[in-house]
């Protein structure tokens, strides 16, 4: 019995020191709860964008180059077929939802919805910071993840449980590193003013006429205001200043020259 008490003694500091620090990641990782599901509600019941019934655009006539059917200059079609509707520039029309969305980037069965125009900002910050929450579920579990090479009697917890943890830390550092990938092809994607659809039709590398540059193009998903970046919401200005973020009007390079 005595020779246990010490090692008693100490395990015992060290859970006192744990419940110390307990509050404080209490809150961080409520935070970041509460941050995912905000993200997550309004990708969900945010509408990525519909074309307006019988949609027409005076350019149409006019030779505007964002009507150009020209595969190089990356314009869709003018006109749905199943929709029965105009259809105007970046604009797709999905098999799941069966309705033409405003620059569409894809369905995504996650949040059961579509990914377009208008709900692509919550799409990106819902990644990240479900991202930031499995790295801090990774970094919580790799003591329990270390303990679980080191000799049984230097473990402070019963073998199921490390080995419960163990899973649990290799399934996090998984999903962080997936989510990390999906993250880099969606900066990609953003900084080049492009969406998943856009890359794969394009089939050659050409002038992409929408690249503004990398500042320009994130305002064009972000918004202007920088306090607004890092939230599901967009300021009244930004929605009001920007065309992209209603999804039927995009600048073009030669605007931009302009």
């Known amino acids: 019995m005595g020779p246990h008490a010490p090692r008693r003694g100490s395990s015992r500091g060290r859970c006192c020191r744990r419940d110390r620090r307990l509050p404080h990641t209490r809150i961080l990782f409520l935070l970041q ?4 599901l905000w993200c997550y509600l309004m990708v969900v019941f945010t509408d990525p ?19 150009s059917s020209s595969e190089e200059q990356g314009s869709a079609p003018k006109y749905c077929s199943r929709c029965q509707n105009g259809k105007p520039p970046r604009c797709h029309h999905c098999s799941v939802c069966n309705r ?24 990106l910050l ?7 929450e499995t790295v801090l579920d990774t970094l919580v579990l790799l003591p329990n993840f270390i303990e679980f090479f ?4 230097r473990r402070s917890s019963s073998p199921g449980d490390i080995a419960i943890l163990f899973l ?5 550092l998984a999903f962080a590193l997936s989510l990390l990938c999906f993250i880099g092809m969606h900066t990609s994607l953003v900084t080049h003013n492009t969406t998943s659809i856009e890359v794969y039709e394009r089939k050659k590398s050409v002038s992409w006429k929408y690249d503004l540059g990398w500042k320009r193009n994130l305002e064009q ?3 202007t205001k920088k306090l607004f970046w890092f939230v599901p919401m967009y300021s ?3 929605l009001h200043n920007i065309p992209a973020l209603q999804g039927l009007e995009f600048p073009t390079r030669s605007d931009a020259i302009v």
């Open 33 to 36: 709860l509460a941050m995912i």
């Open 49 to 67: 964008g519909a074309v307006p019934e019988n949609w027409r655009h005076d350019a149409e006539d006019s030779g505007n180059p964002l009507f």
């Open 100 to 123: 033409c969305v405003l620059k569409m980037d894809h369905h995504c069965i996650w949040v059961v919805n579509c990914v377009g125009a208008r709900n692509y900002k919550y799409f």
């Open 126 to 132: 819902f990644l990240v910071y479900t991202f930031i």
């Open 150 to 153: 080191q000799d049984e009697s």
């Open 168 to 172: 649990a830390f290799v399934l996090n």
């Open 221 to 223: 998903v972000f918004g």
């Open 236 to 238: 009244t200005e930004d």
